[in-house]
């Protein structure tokens, strides 16, 4: 690798703390459901760009854009997935996701290369395609956690004994 795409490198990773000021910004105030997909369509859509790059700067700028979003979409993740579950399986469930996406994070290399050598249009359009579709997965998630407190088991037992009883009371 030249001088020049290390500095490509460093410039594309400060994209990182553009998410997270992102997320600091835009979850609390929208919700994690449509901040999320929004990201994946960010993502999707910068990663698309990228079968029209003339240049190295525009490449390198899509690239930022799409680090950025893809920073964002995971500390998403990380915020939404705790808040979702109940404090007796909440670890299970964080480690559970988070053990699936470094598993993505370690295959996705070996994939990109190998689909890199076959189509480079072809490796664009599933890591797109793939955007696009959490995207969609985003917005079809049963629970918004945006001003939601966090849930223990006593919660979740107290909420379904007052359900009950008001199912009975309506008879």
Not at 44 to 69: K, N, P
Not at 101 to 130: C, D, H, K, N, W
């Amino acid at each position: 690798m030249s001088t020049e795409d290390y500095i490509d490198f460093i410039k594309t990773t400060f994209a990182e703390f553009i998410g997270i000021f992102f997320n600091i910004i835009v979850v609390d105030r929208f919700g994690r459901k449509p901040t999320l997909a929004l990201v994946c369509i960010l993502f999707g859509g910068f990663t698309s760009l990228q079968q029209f790059c003339l240049s190295r700067s525009s490449m390198v700028l899509f690239l930022f854009c799409a680090r950025g979003s893809v920073s964002a979409m995971f500390n998403i993740l990380y915020i939404y997935t705790p808040e979702v579950y109940p404090t007796s399986i909440r670890g299970l469930a964080l480690g559970t996701c988070s053990t699936f996406a470094r598993i993505g994070a370690i295959v996705t290399p070996f994939t990109a290369q190998v689909l890199m050598e076959v189509s480079p249009s072809l490796a664009i359009a599933i890591y797109a395609g793939s955007a696009f579709l959490a995207s969609i997965c985003a917005l079809l998630l049963p629970i918004e956690t945006k001003g939601r407190s966090l849930k223990n088991k006593i919660d979740i037992i107290a909420e379904m004994d007052s359900e009950q009883e008001d199912s009975e009371d309506e008879l």
